[in-house]
């Protein structure tokens, strides 16, 4: 249930784009005019030199169980910042400036998650912050909204058509699948899923 990237190319004004700097870290899983999706991986230990991240809504979604990650930041945000320690199948939500920073994995685990940049209209929603714990089942605001769905073997789900198109994350393999609007979908293997919706248009 992988999807390829789909679209144009996010349109990075520096060179320090992650995903051509540090292809191990950083590649993109899904692209189109909604939403670039970005897979991490640091590997225990790892320490990444500088590189830059676009600014705007932020979803992150953590693939598996691992501590603190140190990022420190320069430019406007001259600041070291530990990420605490995140659960497989936690969601982090945020908004800000564009990111100048290192990137460095103390721990003797690695640390796997998707980052899912927002190109829509952000309804009015600005510096947001927000934790959803594996447990959380539901999130909106006027940008977004985030369901768990979780298949039980042998009990597919049938998730209804919506008005906005979807974007659907199995945790904790982080495989995609874009769902297009008015199209409804079955789950059929067990296991957990999100389901992010886009409440408002690209930004073009």
Request: charged share 20%; hydrophobic share 35%.
């Amino acid at each position: 249930m992988v999807c390829g990237v789909v679209g144009s190319a996010v349109a990075y004004g520096s060179a320090q784009d992650p995903t051509k700097t540090l292809p191990d870290a950083y590649r993109t899983e899904l692209e189109n005019d909604y939403v670039r999706v970005v897979r991490v991986h640091y590997d225990a230990g790892a320490k990444l030199p500088e590189h830059t991240h676009p600014g705007g809504t932020t979803v992150y979604v953590y693939l598996n169980d691992s501590e603190g990650v140190v990022f420190r930041h320069s430019g406007r945000s001259n600041r070291a910042v530990t990420r605490p320690a995140v659960k497989a199948g936690g969601v982090r939500i945020a908004s800000g400036d564009e990111e100048h920073h290192t990137a460095e994995n103390p721990a003797s685990t690695p640390s796997d998650f998707l980052r899912i940049v927002f190109k829509t209209d952000n309804a009015g929603e600005r510096n947001l912050r927000r934790r959803l714990s594996p447990t959380d089942t539901e999130f909106a605001n006027k940008q977004m909204r985030i369901t768990r769905v979780t298949v039980v073997a042998g009990t597919p789900v049938t998730l209804a058509a919506r008005a906005e198109p979807s974007l659907l994350i199995a945790v904790p393999s982080g495989n995609l699948q874009w769902l297009d609007a008015d199209a409804p979908v079955t789950l059929a293997s067990p296991g957990e899923f999100l389901r992010l919706d886009f409440l408002t248009l690209p930004q073009l």
